[in-house]
C-alpha cells in the first residue's frame, strides 16, 4: 500500500526491507502459534505444519493470478488501489467465516 506514495529507490529500498522483515516476523510467529496452539490430540504436528505449508503455497499460486486479474482490468496505476480495498474486504469476510467456523465443533463418534 505504500509503494505508490515514494517514487526514489532508496526510499523503495526502505520499504521493501521493511516489508520482508515484518514477514519473516509473521513466518516465525505463525510457526510457533502452531506449535503452542493447536491440541495434539485432535490433529499432530506434521498435519497442521502440511496444511500451513500448502495454504502458503496456495497463496503463492493466486496472489500473482488475482493480481494479474486486478490489473488487466483496472490497469496498472489502479491495482495499488483495488488491490488492497479488496485484500481488507477478504480479510473481514475470513474473520467473520472463522467466528462462523469457531461454532461448529466437531464430535468424536
Known amino acids: 500500500m505504500l509503494v505508490p506514495f515514494f517514487h526514489d529507490f532508496a526510499s523503495l529500498l526502505v520499504v521493501f526491507l521493511l516489508a520482508g522483515f515484518l ?12 506449535v503452542e496452539d493447536v491440541d495434539d490430540t485432535r490433529v499432530s504436528r506434521g ?8 495454504a502458503g503455497d496456495v497463496g503463492n499460486i493466486l496472489g500473482p493470478s488475482a493480481g494479474g486479474l486486478i490489473a488487466s482490468f483496472t490497469g496498472i496505476a489502479r491495482l495499488f488501489i483495488v488491490g488492497p480495498l479488496i485484500a481488507a474486504v477478504l480479510f473481514f469476510f475470513s474473520l467473520w467465516a472463522c467466528k462462523f467456523l469457531k461454532s461448529f465443533q466437531i464430535t468424536d463418534s
Open 47 to 54: 498435519v497442521i505444519s502440511g496444511i500451513y505449508n500448502a
Open 23 to 34: 514477514r519473516a516476523v509473521v513466518i516465525v510467529a505463525n510457526t510457533i502459534s502452531m
